[in-house]
């Protein structure tokens, strides 16, 4: 059994009230989001972080306020989520615009995606819709991400489950049930 784990936008703008574009509450996660990635590189299961990295004067600020300007504090990820994964910088909401990423993931071989960071409905969106295109298993970590809109996470939850994805917290993750469902396990 294979699995690989994707740990989205975990950077300090998005994940602490004095951020540049705080998801409210979203410092919670950081905890959850260390565990897993703890876990992740003491099991050998590939983890890739993905980080907003924008220059000052990035397109994307006329739509948002500007964040994740590079080098600055608010672009780092809290040094408990660092455990020497691949960190892949992006300038866009939806990773798989990153040529790196589209080539990486499709190589991939791997029987279950587990998704999660900041914020639900935009940058975790895009990479679990992203991988379930692909024809990758996805499980989105249900107390390991945080929307901005509680409509927007449920829309998320909504969208990535009829394509087939599912919804695991991280204590189930942890447990080991990431991996595809045996048909004899009664779970
Ligand atoms: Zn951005």
């Known amino acids: ?25 979203a410092e919670r996660v950081i905890p959850v989001v260390a565990e897993l990635n703890r876990y992740a590189a003491a099991h ?20 948002w306020p500007p964040h994740c300007v590079a080098g600055t ?3 780092r990820k809290p040094p408990e989520t660092l455990v ?9 909401i939806d990773v798989f615009r990153s040529p790196e990423l ?21 940058c975790v969106r895009a990479a679990a819709l992203g991988l379930l295109k692909a024809g990758k ?3 989105l970590v249900t107390d390991a991400i ?4 509680p409509d927007g ?17 991280a204590r189930e993750v942890l447990d080991g049930r990431f991996t595809p469902k045996d048909p004899s396990d009664p779970r």
Not at 44 to 63: C, K, M, Q, Y
Not at 105 to 122: D, I, K, N, Q
Not at 146 to 149: D, E, L, R
Request: aromatic letters at 10%.
């Open 73 to 75: 504090l608010g672009d």
């Open 44 to 63: 050998g299961i590939p983890l890739v972080s993905t980080v907003d990295a924008h220059a000052e004067n990035d397109v994307e600020f006329r739509e």
């Open 1 to 25: 059994m294979t699995a690989a784990f994707f740990d989205i936008d975990t950077q300090f703008d998005f994940l602490l009230p004095a951020g540049a574009l705080y998801v409210p509450g």
């Open 102 to 122: 589209c080539e990486w993931s499709r190589r991939l071989m791997t029987e279950s995606c587990v998704v999660y960071g900041v914020a639900t409905e935009f």
């Open 146 to 149: 945080q929307a901005i809109s």
């Open 137 to 139: 298993p996805v499980i």
């Open 153 to 169: 996470a449920e829309r998320t939850f909504q969208e990535v489950t009829a394509l087939g994805g599912r919804l695991l917290t």
């Open 84 to 92: 020497g994964q691949a960190v892949v910088e992006k300038q866009h």
